[in-house]
């Protein structure tokens, strides 16, 4: 009896462990240099993050990616085409990874310093063909905000993370996080290096606070990368364009699962990866 009792608690705690959490972390527009240039003034902690691998970035109609397209691969898994919002190229809408997490009874949690539509928050709950679009993408928002935790704009990204994770982690199925530093972007199209850099230190703030969290509950997968390179940031530390560009970008990865993330990898195995994590454990 004793012995049956006891293999039914290991099975209770297997069971429970099962549950998974995902932090994804988007720098818009961090290169390897925009990483490299802030870390000659100040430590970059996400550099010293276990696993380091790299993304390509091309979307489906363009060498060049934009927000709108890029974050709908991690959100959803296929190549779109530049300004799609959570629709495959086809123009079908996709089940977003944040989408799934609600119906499988996960907490979900979206958070940006972008504008109220902007593109990479509103990949993950919004279906629309332009994201400039923004009276339909404030629409799902609306809508999304029932069964999910968004907030964007929010001034700065660090300030968020803490209370975020405390929230979402009270749900024994686990959760899926995003959050933002959209002005990395934003500064890198004005070629603005020290307001990039000043925005970048805010990112990688959070980035620490997401690390200790991952210290704290281990059942946690964190993943930073950006979702393109903006500005042709020179490895001078100088930009050499206004506009995004198609380099690979670097992905880091802390935690449970983090050595999934090692190696070159195209955007959308990122989804594939976290698909795993949440839902095939
Ligand atoms: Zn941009």
Request: overall charge negative.
């Amino acid at each position: 009896m004793k012995k049956i009792l006891f293999l039914f608690v290991c099975l209770l705690i297997s069971k429970v462990s099962l549950a998974d959490n995902v932090i994804l972390m988007i720098g818009d527009g961090m290169g390897e240099n925009h990483l490299k240039c802030a870390s000659a003034d100040k430590a970059i902690y996400i550099m010293t993050l276990p696993i380091k691998g790299w993304v390509h970035t091309h979307s489906a109609n363009n060498q060049i990616t934009d927000s709108a397209a890029s974050a709908t691969a991690y959100a959803c898994g296929e190549k779109t085409n530049n300004r799609m919002l959570g629709k495959f190229a086809g123009g079908d809408d996709c089940q977003t990874i944040a989408e799934k997490a609600v119906q499988e009874g996960l907490s979900v949690g979206i958070y940006s310093t972008d504008y109220a539509t902007g593109a990479t928050p509103s990949a993950f709950f919004a279906h629309v063909y332009n994201r400039n679009d923004r009276k339909t993408i404030a629409s799902y928002k609306l809508r999304a905000q029932n069964v999910m935790d968004i907030k964007v704009p929010v001034s700065k990204i660090s300030q968020e993370v803490e209370a975020a994770l405390n929230k979402l982690k009270n749900n024994t199925k686990g959760f899926f996080a995003m959050f933002e530093g959209a002005l990395i972007d934003t500064y890198s199209h004005h070629n603005k290096l020290d307001k990039m850099k000043e925005e970048l230190y805010d990112f990688d703030l959070a980035v620490k606070f997401a690390s200790d969290f991952v210290r704290e509950n281990p059942d946690t997968t964190l993943i930073v990368l950006a979702d393109h390179e903006t500005g042709g940031l020179s490895d001078e530390c100088r930009y050499t364009q206004k506009s995004h560009s198609g380099t690979d970008v670097p992905v880091y990865a802390d935690g449970k699962h983090a050595e999934l993330f090692d190696g070159k990898q195209d955007n959308i195995e990122i989804y594939k990866k976290m698909y795993q994590i949440l839902f095939e454990n």
